[in-house]
């Protein structure tokens, strides 16, 4: 059941929505029980539209919004709680480990720090160099690399060569941890 003054979902109440489909990491809604819904007629509208279906929207940014009680929740959240059977700190991100943030299977999802999290990104479409952390320096014309480390920026140099600037950005990658991931493009 869930507290309706905070709407915290609790695994149970999960677990009396939703079968969760591990080969795809879909959420299916299940046929759901009255006691869910403060009217009878709620309760039959929504299981006679849903039960049965894949549950939650694409949005805009390719995550997976399931609404539950009518406060919409990261699909990929609610499948992490699902597969765990527990529901981890909200200071803790869940991590898409290949990217892809409709990918909500098992195998696809870890519990990370805010800042691990951050070391798996993608690369943003906008990047010109190809590569995350390299850019050319507008005034000299040299390559730029630099990275983020503790939450701070820290400048890697600037060289003569993209192909210098990338090795300086991947070294200092390895050096601190970035996911191999990092960078990459969806």
């Given at each position: 059941m869930t507290n309706k003054k905070s709407n915290q979902l609790t695994i149970d109440y999960l677990n009396e929505?939703?079968?969760?489909?591990?080969?795809?990491?879909?959420?299916?809604?299940?046929?759901?029980?009255?006691?869910?819904?403060?009217?009878?007629?709620?309760?039959?509208l929504f299981n006679t539209q849903n039960a049965g279906n894949v549950a939650g929207n694409l949005e805009g940014n390719g995550y997976i919004r399931v609404r539950i009680n009518g406060v919409k929740h990261k699909a990929h959240r609610i499948c992490y709680w699902i597969y765990t059977n527990k529901i981890p700190d909200k200071e803790l991100d869940i991590d898409h480990i290949n990217g892809v943030k409709n990918d909500n299977r098992e195998l696809n999802l870890r519990l990370v720090s805010a800042a691990e999290n951050m070391k798996n990104m993608r690369l943003n479409k906008s990047n010109s160099s190809g590569v995350m952390g390299v850019d050319q320096h507008k005034k000299t014309k040299r390559w730029r690399a630099r990275i983020?480390?503790?939450?701070?920026?820290?400048?890697?140099?600037?060289f003569h060569s993209k192909d210098?600037?990338?090795?300086?950005?991947?070294?200092?990658?390895?050096?601190?941890?970035?996911?191999?991931?990092?960078?990459s493009k969806q």
């Amino acid at each position: 059941m869930t507290n309706k003054k905070s709407n915290q979902l609790t695994i149970d109440y999960l677990n009396e929505c939703f079968l969760l489909n591990p080969l795809t990491g879909d959420l299916i809604w299940k046929f759901r029980p009255r006691n869910h819904f403060k009217w009878a007629s709620e309760w039959v509208l929504f299981n006679t539209q849903n039960a049965g279906n894949v549950a939650g929207n694409l949005e805009g940014n390719g995550y997976i919004r399931v609404r539950i009680n009518g406060v919409k929740h990261k699909a990929h959240r609610i499948c992490y709680w699902i597969y765990t059977n527990k529901i981890p700190d909200k200071e803790l991100d869940i991590d898409h480990i290949n990217g892809v943030k409709n990918d909500n299977r098992e195998l696809n999802l870890r519990l990370v720090s805010a800042a691990e999290n951050m070391k798996n990104m993608r690369l943003n479409k906008s990047n010109s160099s190809g590569v995350m952390g390299v850019d050319q320096h507008k005034k000299t014309k040299r390559w730029r690399a630099r990275i983020t480390i503790n939450s701070k920026k820290v400048h890697l140099g600037y060289f003569h060569s993209k192909d210098e600037a990338i090795a300086a950005r991947k070294l200092a990658e390895a050096n601190n941890g970035y996911h191999q991931n990092h960078g990459s493009k969806q």
